[in-house]
């Protein structure tokens, strides 16, 4: 979703989304051990992209227009009916890392890219269920 309007904005080969903590070390008093404690968490991914959407460059036309890099949300689901179901994440405020311009590549009949990225916010739509079946 981009300004209110849903877009199918790439097609997508590969998807990972991290949530890393932030950790501060502190000591106790009245003893020698260190611990670490929480202090905050950074959400990014990376994903990998067939290359031609038009909304790449239109993501960096706006920004050297306005000065605005627009954020954007996005959903992935897992479906996997067969073990654990489906999985519905939407990933909210996210903003891309580096914009690819051009890319060509005689060697392969389509082209692809990385792109990494951050985000603002997670929320699960719909959780995996066990699995029907735990080994055998």
């Excluded at 290359?51 to 605005?68: C, E, I, M, W």
């Excluded at 909210?92 to 990225?117: C, H, Q, R, W």
């Amino acid at each position: 979703t981009i300004n209110g309007e849903n877009h199918q904005m790439f097609g997508m080969k590969k998807f990972q989304s991290d949530a890393e903590f932030q950790e501060e070390d502190f000591k106790v008093v009245g003893t020698n051990l260190v611990q670490t404690k929480t202090t905050g968490v950074k959400l990014s991914g990376t994903m990998t992209l067939y290359y031609g959407s038009p909304y790449f460059l239109q993501l960096l036309n706006d920004y050297l227009k306005t000065g605005k890099l627009p954020y954007f949300t996005m959903q992935i689901e897992n479906d996997d009916p067969s073990s654990v179901g489906t999985q519905t994440v939407v990933y909210y405020n996210v903003k891309l890392n580096k914009l690819p311009i051009s890319k060509l590549d005689a060697e392969t009949s389509s082209l692809d890219m990385d792109v990494g990225f951050t985000f603002t916010n997670v929320e699960v739509l719909n959780w995996f269920h066990d699995p029907e079946q735990l080994g055998a």
